[in-house]
């Protein structure tokens, strides 16, 4: 099933920039957000992602299977 993704433009304590589903109740506010578009998967946003930045993570909560920490 395709969710939106969005990448948020401020990195996080660990340097990384977070990649969220539309849905996530984290999702940080609109100002702070690329958005990405629709993806069947959050590997496949994070592919996306890695256009912007290089040193992307996903949301814990909503992009568990590419949260690397
Ligand atoms: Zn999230």
Do not use: W
């Amino acid at each position: 099933m395709l969710k939106r993704y969005h990448l948020n433009k401020k990195f996080k304590n660990n340097g990384k920039h977070e990649l969220h589903s539309g849905e996530c109740p984290l999702l940080p506010d609109k100002s702070s957000l690329i958005f990405l578009g629709d993806y069947n998967s959050s590997s496949a946003a994070l592919s996306a992602a890695l256009a912007y930045y290089s040193n992307v993570n996903g949301c814990a909560h909503c992009a568990s299977e590419s949260h690397t920490g």
